[in-house]
């Protein structure tokens, strides 16, 4: 079978699976069988696959029809200007999230060194991407779960910035290793009730565990909030992830714990989507 009669089969299979990005979907994941870019496929439209490439090809868009995302059939993912081993342990990084790291880099333009905290690092796609904009900048990211650590060790490797990063499997309420410029967060904020409503792509592949916040949402911000009052040096700036609705709810904790809001950073859908503030 030619790649065109593969990509085609595949995304008729696809689209009847209510898969929007059928004709995308199918092109990464060839892409990746063959290793070769989409620019080769569309140029080698008549190339014939041989029997293993097929039956690969075969089986990952069987486990993308099922919902599988992506990102984690080819176990990687773009994120900022970089490309970041990804699994299903971690959460899949989004766009939206690329805001924390432009506002950094901005706000941090002008400094000469600083140190810096991800808690709950994940895949280290905020983290390492900071450091890799900046030489002198020096980071430490912790996260609960050692496979996360693991997939972060593989990126600073990957992104030759390990010897500036320490990565630490610890829960945040034992953490108490430094000081900090800055730090960065993006913890579990989903109101345990509303886990349900996500996309069937999102809550029956990406870790639960990053993406369950308590009965309210904020049992792991807290937790954020109150450590990070305690490791972040003063006039420190703290950046945090939140939902849509609970804006109100985090500024007060954050008052309540000797910082000052700066500024609240919208999404691409205009959601509230992260509190800047500073520890006064």
């Known amino acids: 079978m030619n790649i065109q009669t593969a990509l085609n089969k595949a995304c008729s299979n696809l689209t009847k699976k209510n898969i929007k990005s059928a ?4 092109e990464i994941l060839m892409s990746n069988v063959i290793k070769k870019d989409r620019k080769y496929i569309i140029l080698n439209y008549d190339k014939d696959l041989s029997r293993e490439s097929l039956n690969k090809f075969i089986s990952l868009v069987k486990q993308r029809e099922k919902g599988k995302p992506i990102a984690y059939l080819i176990g990687k993912k773009d994120f900022w200007k970089y490309e970041f081993k990804v699994s299903k342990d971690t959460l899949i990084p989004r766009p939206d999230s690329e805001l924390i790291v432009e506002n950094v880099l901005e706000l941090t333009k002008n400094k ?21 904009e900046r030489i002198n900048f020096y980071g430490v990211g912790i996260d609960i779960n050692s ?18 990063v320490k990565l630490f499997k610890s829960d945040i309420d034992n953490f108490n290793y430094g000081k900090y410029d800055l730090i960065v967060s993006n913890p ?35 937790k954020v909030i109150n450590k990070s009052s305690e490791l972040i040096k003063v006039n420190g700036k703290l950046f945090l992830e939140i939902a849509f609705d609970q804006k109100n709810k985090v500024k007060k904790l954050l008052r309540d714990k000797g910082f000052y809001i700066n500024k609240i950073l919208k999404d691409y859908s205009k959601n509230d989507r992260c509190i800047v503030c500073t520890k006064k």
């Open 23 to 26: 004709n995308l979907d199918t």
């Open 188 to 222: 579990p904020y989903i109101n345990k009730l509303d886990l349900q409503y996500l996309e069937k792509d999102v809550i029956n592949f990406e870790p639960k565990a990053a993406l369950n916040g308590g009965i309210d949402g904020t049992s792991v911000i807290r």
């Open 112 to 132: 000469s060194k600083m140190n810096i905290l991800d808690i709950g690092v994940g895949s280290g796609c905020l983290l390492l991407s900071i450091i890799k």
């Open 147 to 164: 496979k996360c650590i693991d997939i972060s060790k593989k990126n600073t490797f990957n992104l030759n910035i390990s010897n500036r």
